[in-house]
């Protein structure tokens, strides 16, 4: 989805909604030329998952119709004459124009800056000079004569603003300069642009925002006056006449007879007019808001057809005339970010086959009806991740793959990683003289004590999994809940055995399960509720629409958290959220029942974590510290850093001053050096640390930390470095309930200390101080006391001698006197191949090293969960393993060249993160978060401190339940 300057919405008023600002723009697009409508309407397809964008052809029997994307690509529909067939792309992203030029290809474009040419069935995406954020709304290509030149271009903008016309030139589009072209708003801003077309015989027309019309000849453009200032989303033509449709509360609709002046010829009470299309003998057809359609006859005058369908739709969106006079139209739920219930109708004589969705998905073809969904499979590499391993190592991997398949929650799966684990301890405990359980205090006997271990853990494990996994509560359960079920079958067991008492193992472990989820359902967590909020929590900032420039109008509180408006939102791990606003994750969590932490009063915090970071002068040097980073993730700079544990890391708990390990302990021998670029190590770190794109979320990870210590050849599993080694079983039991335990308190301790603070986070930090102006110099322009520092080569003003031509802030010649800062532009169209590089932009568009349906998480700043939970795992696996260092001294992950990076392109070679220690990997994911853009340096220091504690205390209990010393 794409945000839109000037959006619209109902009948009346089309007012535009917060959410709906962000994406309505996209709602611009329409059709090309032929013939006069006759004939009969049919209803080719209507309330189709997508909603079609926009229509087009080389004549009645070669028809291409394109939409929205809803997981599964892009729709893609092409007519023969006789049927409908979907077609598969191989990329990802709603198609918003499409245009079938004469020489047999055909052009589609789109979000993230996607151009496709498409030759003899083969797709091609072609080089742009754009990135994600911007959309191609338009492209068009003339008919080339005999042996001439094609002439392509394509238009679009970035969210509804700063327009951009490209030319194919060879095999790449370039960008032309459009210079005084556009009109500039006071703050510099241009525009968006949203349809091209041609009149094949060498003048191209634009039009776009603010009633742009803009006329090309021989490649130069130049304005020429519309008569409106309404939004302006197609332009047509017939060879003697050039057609404009737009509008909002009401229909726009211009036309300009040869070299005549632009005059109205709305039909009079039209709404919104978005498709248009011309026939060479001037007759046409125009549709727009609910699916109004007006028939252009010959002596010119434009008419609402009465009997054209009512559809439930909101808007016709795109129109076209093929070489018999038929009109096609399409449109659907597309005023709004929803871009769904697709419907595409014919007015003609011809009889035209219907189309349905097939359940096929991309690349499948209509059969006329939906299939029946088959039942949830569980893929066979995720139903026993780790056959090799423990029963409890089992269960957990599986336990660690329903948290990928979940929306990424990390208070939540903190919580169930340490239910699941005092389940398998419980299990575990029951069968042992001397330890306590936590939930479960009954002592058991058995025949064969490691048989019943094995059954009473799974039992246990499988029924807190499946009702922490269940569909009302977890993104999955579909697939979990086959996968534990797998698992339970594969291990040899009943799941539907569901008796609870008596003393077999199976008992034993459904009453422990029994247990946990009772005793656990009143713990403030909300569970019942799917976790919602408990606090009444309010913003007091408007929302940050991400895809508009500042922090928005109302904002007053630049301390406080800014909830984001996102045009689409997709997780860490893949899932779709839709668009909107941010939904709070974890606002009631300081109610939740911890396990370790005790405090004298509810309204106080756990720890105490100092003064929060106020909006003063200190955050200056924050933000600023946040931006240098921002520049350094640039691949192609010489700048190099040895990130080996010899030089990085070892750091006194809560900064960053370590400057490494002397040597390695395990070999006693210093260790050798691993220098590598820093944009490199900067991007690699940020995206390992997040746990993308399959992301367990912070608890997950050091779980398989955790994990992979246990299965290192060097490791041996003695309680804190001593004694003799015990089976696999009881240490992994002992390390879960631990580890996990600390996970559980870490997540109170962190979301506590959110809530009662309420942060803010970088990007609103940024683009509010960057607005204001800057504070370094009082004699230089935008003087602000809480503006950004100037600091040369990283935050600067744009000036005039820095923005003229070939000088570092040319692009930003219309914001003279606004702060610029040096940082990633953003991802790029194609991640996979593409990079988005570093540049200059305006501090108030100011975006983190993220994917832009991502952005930042949804919950305040201060304290970092990652630094927190991170710290927490390093005091309990360096204590319980009895070294701080990971077994043989170091543990390392590769990124492979080219092949690691999802927000773009990279590395550019082969990058090993390194660290000796477990705090060494701690402070290294808090780190992380700084070079991601989303914390800044005090929400990563004392998160740590504050980690360091949790886990600490975490281990103390679990050591009581060890030694059979926590029940009296």
């Not at 006329?368 to 088959?374: F, Q, Y």
């Not at 860490?572 to 932490?597: F, H, K, M, R, S």
């Not at 301790?749 to 959110?754: F, L, N, R, S, Y």
């Not at 194609?830 to 090293?849: C, D, I, K, N, Y």
Request: charge should be negative.
């Amino acid at each position: 989805m794409v945000a839109t300057e000037e959006s619209i919405l109902n009948r009346d008023s089309l007012r535009v909604a917060a959410v709906g600002a962000l994406a309505l723009i996209s709602c611009a697009l329409v059709a090309c030329p032929p013939g006069p409508p006759a004939g009969r309407w049919t209803t080719v397809a209507q309330g189709l998952r997508e909603g079609l964008l926009s229509v087009h052809g080389r004549s009645a029997t070669d028809v291409w119709a394109v939409g929205a994307d809803k997981g599964a690509g892009p729709l893609v529909l092409h007519y023969d004459g006789t049927r409908w067939e979907r077609r598969a792309t191989g990329t990802r992203g709603s198609l918003w124009w499409v245009h079938a030029a004469q020489d047999g290809t055909t052009w589609m474009s789109g979000t993230s800056s996607t151009v496709l040419r498409v030759r003899d069935g083969m797709y091609e995406r072609m080089p742009t000079p754009g990135l994600a954020r911007h959309t191609v709304f338009g492209v068009w290509a003339s008919n080339a004569a005999a042996g001439g030149a094609q002439e392509v271009y394509a238009v679009g903008s970035e969210a509804g603003r700063s327009g951009f016309l490209w030319r194919l030139e060879g095999a790449r589009f370039v960008e032309i300069p459009l210079g005084s072209a556009l009109p500039t708003a006071d703050d510099g801003t241009t525009p968006g642009l949203f349809k091209v077309w041609g009149d094949n015989a060498g003048t191209v027309w634009v039009v776009g925002g603010r009633g742009v019309v803009l006329r090309g000849r021989g490649g130069v453009f130049e304005r020429v006056e519309s008569g409106t200032t309404q939004t302006l989303f197609t332009v047509v033509g017939d060879g003697r006449r050039v057609v404009a449709v737009g509008g909002a509360g009401a229909g726009t609709l211009i036309e300009r007879d040869g070299d005549g002046a632009f005059v109205s010829k709305a039909p009079e009470s039209s709404g919104l007019l978005q498709g248009v299309s011309l026939r060479p003998d001037g007759t046409g057809v125009a549709a727009g808001f609910n699916g109004a359609v007006y028939l252009r006859g010959a002596n010119g005058a434009w008419t609402q057809d009465t009997s054209a369908p009512s559809l439930p739709i909101e808007s016709l969106h795109a129109a076209w005339m093929d070489d018999e006079g038929g009109a096609w139209l399409v449109g659907g739920g597309i005023l709004g970010p929803s871009l769904d219930r697709g419907a595409l109708t014919y007015r003609g004589r011809r009889m035209v086959a219907g189309y349905s969705e097939s359940a096929m998905g991309d690349g499948g073809s209509s059969d006329g009806g939906d299939a029946a969904v088959p039942a949830a499979q569980c893929p066979e590499s995720q139903i026993d991740p780790a056959p090799m391993g423990s029963i409890a190592r089992r269960w957990n991997e599986s336990l660690l793959w329903a948290i990928r398949r979940d929306v990424p929650m990390p208070v939540v799966h903190a919580r169930n990683l340490f239910h699941s684990s005092a389940a398998m301890w419980d299990a575990w405990a029951a069968y042992d003289a001397t330890a306590d359980g936590v939930f479960f205090r009954e002592r058991k006997t058995a025949m064969d004590v490691a048989a019943a271990r094995r059954e009473a853990i799974s039992y246990a494990a499988y029924r807190v999994l499946s009702a922490r996994y269940a569909p009302t509560l977890a993104n999955g359960a579909d697939v979990s809940q086959a996968c534990f079920r797998a698992l339970m079958g594969r291990l040899g067991y009943d799941p539907d055995a569901t008796e609870s008492t008596g003393d077999t193992p199976r008992a034993v472990g459904n009453r422990i399960a029994q247990e946990i989820l009772a005793r656990s359902i009143e713990d403030g967590s909300n569970e019942r509720n799917r976790y919602a909020d408990t606090t009444m929590w309010r913003a007091r900032n408007p929302p940050l629409v991400f895809e508009q420039p500042g922090v928005g109008e109302g904002f007053m509180h630049p301390e406080e958290w800014q909830p984001l408006v996102l045009a689409e939102a997709v997780t860490q791990n893949g899932i779709p959220l839709g668009a909107g606003v941010q939904g709070y994750i974890g606002p009631n969590w300081d109610n939740v029942t911890p396990w370790a932490l005790t405090r004298a009063n509810a309204s106080d915090p756990y720890f105490d974590p100092g003064m929060p970071p106020g909006f003063d002068a200190r955050m200056g040097d924050w933000v600023a510290d946040v931006l240098r980073k921002s520049a350094a993730l640039d691949p192609t700079l010489d700048a190099m850093i040895d990130v080996s544990p010899g030089a990085y890391g070892n750091n006194p708990l809560g900064t960053n001053d370590g400057t490494g390990h002397p040597m390695n302990p395990a070999t006693g021998q210093p260790y050798a050096a691993n220098r590598v670029r820093l944009g490199d190590f900067g991007r690699v770190m940020a995206e390992f640390w997040a746990d993308g794109p399959k992301s367990e979320t912070p608890p997950g990870h050091w779980n398989k930390i955790a994990n992979d210590v246990s299965d290192h050849p060097m490791f041996a599993r003695r309680i804190n470095g001593m004694g003799a080694a015990i089976d696999p079983l009881e240490w992994d039991v002992k390390v879960y309930l631990a580890l996990n335990g600390g996970m559980h308190d870490a997540a109170i301790v962190a979301w506590g200390i959110k809530r009662r603070f309420l942060a803010s986070r970088p990007i609103t930090l940024i683009r509010y101080m960057g607005g204001l102006g800057q504070r370094t110099d009082m004699s230089a322009p935008r003087y602000n006391p809480n503006g950004l520092p100037l600091i040369p080569g990283v935050i600067e003003l744009v000036t005039a001698e820095s923005s003229a031509a070939g000088q570092r802030h040319a692009h930003l010649a219309r914001y003279v006197g606004q702060v610029a800062v040096l940082t990633w532009r953003g991802e790029p169209g194609e991640r996979r191949t593409e990079l988005g590089g570093v540049g200059w932009m305006r501090a108030v568009e100011w975006l983190p090293f993220q994917l832009r349906t991502f952005v930042t998480p949804a919950f305040p700043g201060f304290i970092s969960g990652h630094s927190t939970f991170s710290r927490s795992g390093a005091e309990v696996l360096a204590a319980i393993t009895g070294s701080q260092y990971f077994p043989g001294g170091m543990m390392e992950f590769v990124a492979r060249e080219g092949a690691y990076l999802t927000f773009e392109r990279g590395p550019s070679a082969e990058i090993h993160l390194q660290w000796a220690t477990y705090y060494d990997a701690a402070d290294q994911a808090g780190q992380s978060r700084l070079w991601g853009g989303i914390h800044i340096p005090p929400d990563d220091f004392v998160g740590r401190r504050l980690g360091s504690q949790v886990g600490t205390r975490a281990l103390a209990k679990a050591r009581t339940f060890f030694d059979g010393t926590a029940v009296p």
